[in-house]
């Protein structure tokens, strides 16, 4: 079989457009890869730069931290020697005040009492034990160191007489006298008045 086109035949004129020389498009494609060298250039540049300023900040931070660091130090040494300091003052002045205490205790004690034994603690609590020749001499006492200043509370624990049983070997004065025990409490700050 045979195939014939039977259409008509159609001509078409292609006509040439206007054709621009290809130099310029050269030269722009040129500035292009150029100031985008010329970017890459300078970003290239602001990153290395950059990464020293960061490696120069590093070196002071680490030296800030060193400064800091010998700063707390100090600090702590500071404190630690003002806690030594005001350990040892405290204890001249906690000395002071017992030289003072035992003072106003001799000068209040009554001339037929004697003490014999003081015991006391951190916490202000003392004990006290003594002799004398009379239960009113152990009240007018208790009066007296009550009125020191050192001493918030007093009380009697223990008041005996000798007995004759107790005679041998001691004397006339331990067979007669009077044993008494206070107990009671105290501040080295004096009270208010």
């Given at each position: 079989m045979i195939k014939v086109?039977?259409?008509?035949?159609?001509?078409?004129?292609?006509?040439?457009?206007?054709?621009?020389p290809l130099?310029?498009?050269?030269?722009?494609g040129a500035v292009i890869v150029?100031?985008?060298?010329?970017?890459?250039?300078?970003?290239?540049t602001k990153i290395i730069s950059s990464r020293a300023e960061i490696r120069k900040l590093d070196f002071k931070l680490r030296d800030f931290q060193r400064i800091i660091?010998?700063?707390?130090?100090?600090?702590?040494?500071?404190?630690?020697?003002?806690?030594?300091?005001?350990f040892v003052y405290g204890i001249s002045k906690n000395q002071k005040l017992w030289v003072d205490f035992f003072d106003e205790l001799k000068s209040s004690m009554p001339t037929d009492v004697w003490i014999t034994r003081f015991e006391g603690n951190r916490t202000g609590e003392f004990r006290m034990e003594g002799n004398t020749y009379s239960y009113s001499a152990i009240g007018f006492l208790m009066l007296q160191l009550y009125s020191i200043d050192y001493i918030t509370s007093i009380s009697l624990e223990n008041a005996s007489a000798g007995t004759a049983g107790e005679v041998a070997g001691k004397t006339v004065g331990e067979v007669v006298?009077?044993?008494?025990?206070?107990?009671?409490?105290?501040?080295?700050?004096?009270?208010?008045?």
């Open positions: 086109n039977l259409q008509p035949k159609i001509v078409i004129e292609i006509k040439e457009g206007v054709q621009l130099w310029p498009v050269g030269v722009f150029i100031a985008m060298i010329s970017f890459y250039w300078n970003m290239n660091k010998e700063y707390e130090e100090a600090t702590n040494e500071r404190k630690y020697l003002q806690g030594k300091r005001d006298s009077k044993r008494f025990q206070l107990r009671g409490t105290m501040s080295l700050v004096p009270k208010k008045k």
